[in-house]
């Protein structure tokens, strides 16, 4: 038992080691993924159709906010763990939350990211990664699998 404890945590470190290397080989660490994020959420928070959302929700709560989500892309880029929250969870029941929001979330983050990063490689990783984050949070809270029922959509 200890030595399968012992081959994973290797395991595990050995593929944080790993991402730690390709993210530095593109040019991210976390001083750019900090830097991003207070950007972008700083942006958002004056976004017309954003910041209402996004305001509404967090209130007083955005210095816990922009840490989470430094953490949250630090254990992206990072494979660290550091995260431990549940996005989807998080995201429901947002009052005038809408799927065409996340057109204008990935909008601006591309924005954010030309104007703040500057290693070409690192701006296609973090759209490549926000692309698939916007998917995966749209399919969650959107999707229903009964509209794709052949029967419901016969004429």
């Known amino acids: 038992m200890n030595e399968d404890l012992v081959?994973?945590?290797?395991h595990l470190d050995g593929i944080r080691r790993k991402a730690?290397?390709?993210m530095v080989?593109?040019?991210i660490d976390q001083a750019l993924i900090d830097s991003l994020v207070d950007r972008f959420y700083g942006r958002i928070r004056s976004h017309g159709r954003l910041g209402p959302v996004f305001n509404d929700r967090l209130q007083n709560r955005w210095d816990d906010h922009l840490g989470?989500?430094?953490r949250?892309?630090?254990a992206i880029a990072f494979k660290s763990g550091a995260y431990g929250g549940k996005p989807v969870q998080a995201h429901m029941g947002i009052d005038g939350m809408q799927q065409a929001l996340f057109e204008d979330w990935l909008a601006l983050f591309c924005q954010t990211l030309?104007?703040?990063?500057?290693?070409?490689?690192?701006?296609?990783?973090f759209l490549a990664t926000a692309e698939r984050i916007a998917k995966s949070l749209i399919?969650?809270?959107f999707y229903n699998?009964?509209?794709d029922d052949p029967v419901l959509k016969r004429p």
């Open 7 to 10: 081959g994973r945590t290797a």
């Open 20 to 22: 730690e290397a390709d």
């Open 25 to 27: 080989a593109i040019g």
């Open 68 to 70: 989470k989500m430094k």
């Open 72 to 74: 949250f892309w630090g």
């Open 114 to 125: 030309e104007d703040t990063v500057p290693e070409e490689k690192a701006r296609q990783w």
């Open 139 to 141: 399919l969650s809270l």
């Open 145 to 147: 699998p009964a509209m």
